[in-house]
C-alpha cells in the first residue's frame, strides 16, 4: 500500500522564523515528489517540485532524499502570509499519474 | 494565467440522488483527475482520464461514480446514487504531461453536501 506520512502539526512560529517540514512516503518506484499549499477549504495549490538535486525558489527549499525516502520542504524569514497546511504529493509514474498525498502539515506564522 | 474552472462552487443533494459536478480543464492539457477530500482528511485520488477513456481508478471509484468528456472542454463526474459518505470537496485537475514528469494544476473544487 502506498502511503504518504507527514507529521499533521500545528507548527506555531514567530515571523521571520525558519521551519522545516518532513514528508516520508513507502513506494521506492516513485518518480517525482511535489509540495503543495492548501488554505482553509481551498484547493491545492503547486509550491514546488522537488528534485533529486534540490530546488529553491525564493524563501522556500525542498530537498529528496531517495535513500531514506524522504522529502523536505524549508521555508525561511517566514511570513503571516505562509500561514496554510502544506501537503507533500508524490507520483508513482508510468500509466497512471495520480498524486498520493499526505494529510499535510499546518503551520501558523504569529506576528 | 490559464486554470481549471469547475461548477458548482457547491452542490447540496438528498441521498439517492444524482449529482454531476462538472469541471473545465486548462485548454491544452491532455490528463484529466479527480480526487476528493471528505472534511479534516487527506485528498484522495478517484480516477485519471486520458484520450476519452479512464486510465487509471481507485477502489473509491466503484459503479456509482462515472466520468465523461462530452464536449472539447468539459470534464464531468457523475455520482449515480448519492450517499451521505460522498460529502466531501471533490477537486478537478489538468497536467499537460501524465508520466509523472509535470505538474498537476488543481480547480478551486465543488462542495458536495449529502442530506
Known amino acids: 500500500r502506498k502511503e504518504v506520512e507527514q507529521d499533521p502539526g500545528p507548527f506555531n512560529v514567530p515571523e521571520g522564523a525558519t521551519v522545516a517540514f518532513n514528508c516520508t512516503y513507502s513506494?521506492?518506484?516513485?518518480?517525482?515528489f511535489f509540495w503543495y499549499r492548501q488554505d482553509c477549504r481551498k484547493e491545492p495549490k503547486l509550491l514546488m517540485s522537488v528534485y533529486s538535486s534540490g530546488n529553491e525558489d525564493g524563501r522556500f527549499t525542498a530537498q529528496l532524499n531517495r535513500a531514506s525516502q524522504y522529502i523536505s520542504l524549508l521555508i525561511r524569514d517566514s511570513k503571516l502570509s505562509d500561514s496554510a497546511t502544506y501537503l507533500c504529493?508524490?507520483?508513482?509514474?508510468?500509466?497512471?499519474?495520480?498524486?498520493?498525498f499526505g494529510k499535510g502539515t499546518k503551520l501558523s506564522v504569529k506576528p | 494565467e490559464p486554470e481549471v474552472t469547475q461548477t458548482p462552487s457547491h452542490q447540496v443533494t438528498q441521498m439517492g440522488q444524482e449529482v454531476i459536478l462538472r469541471c473545465v480543464p486548462i485548454?491544452?492539457?491532455?490528463?484529466f483527475y479527480w480526487y476528493r477530500q471528505i472534511l479534516g482528511q487527506k485528498v484522495e485520488f478517484l480516477v485519471s482520464f486520458y484520450n476519452n477513456e479512464i486510465s487509471e481508478k481507485s477502489e473509491i471509484f466503484d459503479d456509482q461514480f462515472s466520468v465523461e468528456r462530452p464536449d472539447g472542454s468539459n470534464f464531468t463526474l457523475k455520482i449515480r446514487s448519492t450517499k451521505l459518505e460522498d460529502s466531501a470537496m471533490y477537486f478537478c485537475?489538468?497536467?499537460?504531461?501524465?508520466?509523472?514528469?509535470?505538474?498537476?494544476?488543481f480547480g478551486p473544487g465543488t462542495r458536495l453536501t449529502v442530506l
Open positions: 504529493a508524490e507520483n508513482v509514474g508510468g500509466s497512471q499519474g495520480n498524486l498520493i
Open positions: 485548454s491544452n492539457h491532455l490528463y
Open positions: 513506494n521506492s518506484a516513485s518518480q517525482s
Open positions: 485537475a489538468s497536467s499537460w504531461v501524465i508520466l509523472g514528469t509535470d505538474t498537476q494544476y
